[in-house]
Protein backbone atom coordinates (compact mmCIF):
# COMPACT_ATOMS: atom_id res chain seq x y z
CA UNK A 1 0.00 0.00 0.00
CA UNK A 2 0.86 3.13 -0.93
CA UNK A 3 2.72 5.48 2.36
CA UNK A 4 2.00 8.88 2.71
CA UNK A 5 4.43 11.87 4.25
CA UNK A 6 2.82 15.09 5.93
CA UNK A 7 4.65 17.91 6.61
CA UNK A 8 4.16 20.94 8.88
CA UNK A 9 5.90 24.35 8.66
CA UNK A 10 7.03 26.00 12.37
CA UNK A 11 7.94 28.67 14.12
CA UNK A 12 7.53 29.31 17.61
CA UNK A 13 4.50 26.94 17.55
CA UNK A 14 4.05 25.22 20.59
CA UNK A 15 0.54 26.53 21.45
CA UNK A 16 -1.13 25.17 18.03
CA UNK A 17 1.19 22.55 16.88
CA UNK A 18 0.04 19.52 18.94
CA UNK A 19 -3.44 19.09 17.72
CA UNK A 20 -1.75 19.40 14.47
CA UNK A 21 0.55 16.86 15.56
CA UNK A 22 -2.50 14.49 16.65
CA UNK A 23 -4.92 14.77 13.57
CA UNK A 24 -2.16 13.80 11.16
CA UNK A 25 -0.68 10.96 13.60
CA UNK A 26 -2.27 8.14 11.51
CA UNK A 27 0.35 9.05 8.70
CA UNK A 28 3.93 7.46 8.12
CA UNK A 29 5.78 9.85 8.30
CA UNK A 30 5.10 13.33 9.96
CA UNK A 31 8.49 16.15 9.13
CA UNK A 32 8.06 19.15 10.74
CA UNK A 33 10.39 22.28 9.01
CA UNK A 34 11.41 24.41 11.42
CA UNK A 35 12.89 27.64 10.86
CA UNK A 36 14.82 28.60 14.53
CA UNK A 37 11.78 28.12 16.90
CA UNK A 38 12.31 29.10 20.35
CA UNK A 39 9.77 27.92 22.60
CA UNK A 40 8.90 23.91 23.26
CA UNK A 41 8.01 23.43 19.63
CA UNK A 42 10.77 21.09 18.66
CA UNK A 43 10.12 18.88 22.11
CA UNK A 44 6.41 18.51 21.28
CA UNK A 45 7.14 17.58 17.34
CA UNK A 46 9.65 14.82 18.56
CA UNK A 47 7.39 13.48 21.29
CA UNK A 48 5.54 12.75 18.15
CA UNK A 49 7.98 11.27 16.71
CA UNK A 50 8.10 13.94 13.74
CA UNK A 51 11.38 14.08 12.05
CA UNK A 52 12.33 17.79 12.74
CA UNK A 53 14.21 19.67 9.98
CA UNK A 54 15.63 22.94 10.61
CA UNK A 55 15.34 25.50 7.38
CA UNK A 56 15.81 29.13 7.73
CA UNK A 57 13.44 31.39 6.45
CA UNK A 58 14.14 33.29 3.00
CA UNK A 59 10.34 33.27 2.12
CA UNK A 60 7.47 30.53 2.06
CA UNK A 61 8.15 29.43 -1.66
CA UNK A 62 11.53 28.11 -0.85
CA UNK A 63 10.59 26.71 2.42
CA UNK A 64 7.48 24.65 0.99
CA UNK A 65 9.91 23.45 -1.83
CA UNK A 66 12.55 21.99 1.04
CA UNK A 67 9.93 20.43 3.19
CA UNK A 68 8.86 18.24 0.07
CA UNK A 69 12.49 17.67 -0.71
CA UNK A 70 12.60 16.49 3.15
CA UNK A 71 9.62 13.92 2.17
CA UNK A 72 10.96 10.16 1.84
CA UNK A 73 7.10 9.00 0.79
CA UNK A 74 5.49 9.73 -3.09
CA UNK A 75 2.49 11.13 -2.02
CA UNK A 76 2.97 14.42 0.32
CA UNK A 77 0.51 15.90 2.95
CA UNK A 78 0.83 19.87 3.84
CA UNK A 79 -0.69 20.56 6.72
CA UNK A 80 -0.26 24.18 9.25
CA UNK A 81 0.59 24.44 12.91
CA UNK A 82 -3.40 25.98 12.88
CA UNK A 83 -5.13 22.96 10.83
CA UNK A 84 -6.53 19.89 12.09
CA UNK A 85 -6.86 16.88 9.70
CA UNK A 86 -10.57 15.70 10.24
CA UNK A 87 -11.17 12.32 10.80
CA UNK A 88 -13.56 12.18 7.55
CA UNK A 89 -10.66 13.90 5.50
CA UNK A 90 -8.18 11.29 7.07
CA UNK A 91 -10.19 8.44 5.61
CA UNK A 92 -10.57 10.19 2.07
CA UNK A 93 -6.92 10.81 2.03
CA UNK A 94 -5.81 7.28 2.66
CA UNK A 95 -8.72 5.76 0.40
CA UNK A 96 -6.87 8.49 -2.71
CA UNK A 97 -3.54 7.02 -1.60
CA UNK A 98 -4.39 3.65 -2.14
CA UNK A 99 -6.23 4.00 -5.32
CA UNK A 100 -3.60 3.52 -8.61
CA UNK A 101 -5.71 6.10 -10.46
CA UNK A 102 -5.95 8.94 -8.16
CA UNK A 103 -5.43 12.60 -9.61
CA UNK A 104 -1.70 14.24 -8.92
CA UNK A 105 -2.64 17.04 -6.43
CA UNK A 106 -5.66 17.81 -4.66
CA UNK A 107 -7.37 20.71 -3.08
CA UNK A 108 -9.00 20.62 0.21
CA UNK A 109 -11.33 22.83 1.83
CA UNK A 110 -10.93 24.14 5.20
CA UNK A 111 -13.50 25.26 7.94
CA UNK A 112 -12.22 28.36 9.37
CA UNK A 113 -13.17 28.99 13.63
CA UNK A 114 -12.79 32.83 14.55
CA UNK A 115 -14.22 34.92 17.50
CA UNK A 116 -15.98 31.88 18.79
CA UNK A 117 -17.73 30.72 15.59
CA UNK A 118 -17.60 29.08 12.30
CA UNK A 119 -16.80 31.47 9.32
CA UNK A 120 -19.56 30.59 6.21
CA UNK A 121 -18.30 33.30 4.31
CA UNK A 122 -15.03 36.60 3.67
CA UNK A 123 -13.94 33.54 1.25
CA UNK A 124 -13.15 31.55 4.13
CA UNK A 125 -15.20 28.39 3.24
CA UNK A 126 -14.52 26.45 1.39
CA UNK A 127 -11.13 28.05 1.44
CA UNK A 128 -8.93 26.24 -1.19
CA UNK A 129 -5.68 27.57 -0.79
CA UNK A 130 -3.01 25.35 -2.43
CA UNK A 131 -3.02 21.67 -3.01
CA UNK A 132 -2.40 20.39 0.07
CA UNK A 133 -2.39 16.34 -1.12
CA UNK A 134 0.00 15.99 -3.97
CA UNK A 135 2.63 13.79 -5.75
CA UNK A 136 6.06 15.22 -4.37
CA UNK A 137 7.47 15.13 -7.90
CA UNK A 138 4.23 16.72 -9.85
CA UNK A 139 4.34 19.91 -7.92
CA UNK A 140 6.89 22.78 -6.85
CA UNK A 141 6.55 26.02 -5.55
CA UNK A 142 7.41 29.02 -6.86
CA UNK A 143 11.27 29.79 -4.97
CA UNK A 144 10.96 33.55 -5.73
CA UNK A 145 7.21 33.70 -3.91
CA UNK A 146 8.40 34.93 -0.20
CA UNK A 147 4.06 34.52 0.41
CA UNK A 148 0.78 33.70 -0.71
CA UNK A 149 3.70 31.38 -2.75
CA UNK A 150 2.27 30.20 -6.23
CA UNK A 151 2.64 26.55 -7.13
CA UNK A 152 2.74 24.59 -10.79
CA UNK A 153 1.41 21.12 -11.19
CA UNK A 154 2.30 18.29 -13.53
CA UNK A 155 -1.17 16.65 -13.88
CA UNK A 156 -4.43 16.28 -12.74
CA UNK A 157 -6.11 18.05 -10.02
CA UNK A 158 -8.83 16.89 -7.97
CA UNK A 159 -10.60 18.35 -4.52
CA UNK A 160 -11.63 16.40 -1.53
CA UNK A 161 -15.29 16.41 -0.52
CA UNK A 162 -14.32 16.37 3.77
CA UNK A 163 -12.97 19.68 5.00
CA UNK A 164 -10.30 20.04 7.55
CA UNK A 165 -10.29 22.76 9.95
CA UNK A 166 -8.21 25.39 10.87
CA UNK A 167 -8.22 27.49 14.05
CA UNK A 168 -6.04 30.27 12.48
CA UNK A 169 -5.90 32.76 15.56
CA UNK A 170 -5.73 32.35 19.48
CA UNK A 171 -6.51 36.10 19.84
CA UNK A 172 -6.91 39.42 17.71
CA UNK A 173 -3.27 39.83 18.66
CA UNK A 174 -2.34 37.24 16.54
CA UNK A 175 -4.56 39.15 14.02
CA UNK A 176 -2.68 42.06 14.41
CA UNK A 177 1.10 40.14 14.43
CA UNK A 178 0.17 38.34 11.19
CA UNK A 179 -0.96 41.45 9.59
CA UNK A 180 2.38 43.08 10.32
CA UNK A 181 4.46 40.18 9.30
CA UNK A 182 2.25 39.84 5.84
CA UNK A 183 2.55 43.26 4.87
CA UNK A 184 6.36 43.01 5.39
CA UNK A 185 6.93 40.33 3.22
CA UNK A 186 4.31 41.48 0.77
CA UNK A 187 5.50 44.56 0.43
CA UNK A 188 8.87 42.84 -0.78
CA UNK A 189 7.36 40.44 -2.98
CA UNK A 190 6.38 43.59 -4.88
CA UNK A 191 8.95 45.16 -4.91
CA UNK A 192 10.62 42.13 -6.34
CA UNK A 193 8.64 42.31 -9.20
CA UNK A 194 9.20 46.05 -9.68
CA UNK A 195 5.50 46.92 -8.82
CA UNK A 196 5.50 50.67 -8.10
CA UNK A 197 3.51 51.93 -4.78
CA UNK A 198 2.36 55.41 -3.68
CA UNK A 199 -0.34 56.01 -0.65
CA UNK A 200 -2.98 56.60 -3.06
CA UNK A 201 -2.61 52.81 -4.25
CA UNK A 202 -2.22 51.80 -0.77
CA UNK A 203 -6.00 53.25 0.30
CA UNK A 204 -7.57 52.25 -3.26
CA UNK A 205 -5.93 48.67 -2.77
CA UNK A 206 -7.02 48.64 0.90
CA UNK A 207 -10.99 49.58 0.50
CA UNK A 208 -11.02 46.67 -2.93
CA UNK A 209 -10.09 44.09 -0.18
CA UNK A 210 -12.52 45.44 2.39
CA UNK A 211 -15.28 45.56 -0.04
CA UNK A 212 -14.53 42.18 -1.68
CA UNK A 213 -14.61 40.34 1.47
CA UNK A 214 -17.10 42.26 3.14
CA UNK A 215 -19.34 42.66 0.63
CA UNK A 216 -18.98 40.61 -2.41
CA UNK A 217 -18.13 37.46 -0.34
CA UNK A 218 -20.58 38.49 2.20
CA UNK A 219 -18.82 38.72 5.09
CA UNK A 220 -21.02 41.33 6.70
CA UNK A 221 -23.40 37.81 7.17
CA UNK A 222 -20.43 36.84 9.79
CA UNK A 223 -21.34 39.49 11.93
CA UNK A 224 -18.61 41.25 13.65
CA UNK A 225 -15.96 38.52 13.00
CA UNK A 226 -16.70 39.08 8.88
CA UNK A 227 -16.22 42.72 9.89
CA UNK A 228 -12.73 41.93 11.58
CA UNK A 229 -11.93 39.53 8.83
CA UNK A 230 -12.42 42.64 5.84
CA UNK A 231 -10.73 45.09 8.28
CA UNK A 232 -7.69 42.97 8.63
CA UNK A 233 -7.68 42.29 5.29
CA UNK A 234 -7.64 45.89 4.44
CA UNK A 235 -4.89 46.94 6.65
CA UNK A 236 -2.92 44.34 5.06
CA UNK A 237 -3.06 45.09 1.74
CA UNK A 238 -2.67 49.19 2.97
CA UNK A 239 0.30 48.75 4.69
CA UNK A 240 2.02 46.06 1.95
CA UNK A 241 1.82 49.50 -0.69
CA UNK A 242 2.85 52.18 2.44
CA UNK A 243 5.32 50.28 3.22
CA UNK A 244 6.81 50.27 -0.19
CA UNK A 245 6.23 53.67 -0.43
CA UNK A 246 8.37 54.17 3.15
CA UNK A 247 11.30 52.04 1.56
CA UNK A 248 11.86 54.54 -0.94
CA UNK A 249 11.35 57.71 1.19
CA UNK A 250 13.24 59.94 3.14
CA UNK A 251 11.46 59.71 6.38
CA UNK A 252 14.29 60.35 8.51
CA UNK A 253 14.16 62.54 11.88
CA UNK A 254 13.79 66.27 11.47
Same mark, same amino acid.
Given at each position: ?????????????????????????????????????? =??? %??????????? /?????????????????????? #? &????????????????????? %??????????????????????????????????????? *??????????????????????????????????????? &?????? *?????????????? /???????????????????? /??????? =????????? #????????????????? =???????
Amino acid at each position: MAKLSAYILTYNEEAKIEAALKSISWADEIVVVDSGST =DRT %IDLAKSYNARV /VHVEFEGFGKLRNSAVAACSYD #M &VLSIDADERCTPEARDEILSI %IADPDAADAYLIPRRNYFMGKWIKHCGWYPDYRQPQLFR *RTSMVYRDEDLVHEGYVVNGKVGRLKNAIWQIPFKDLSQ &VIAKME *RYSNLGADKLKARN /VSGSMTKALVHGIGNFLRLY /VLKLGFL =DGWAGFVIA #MSNFEGSFYKYAKMVEK =DSNWGSP
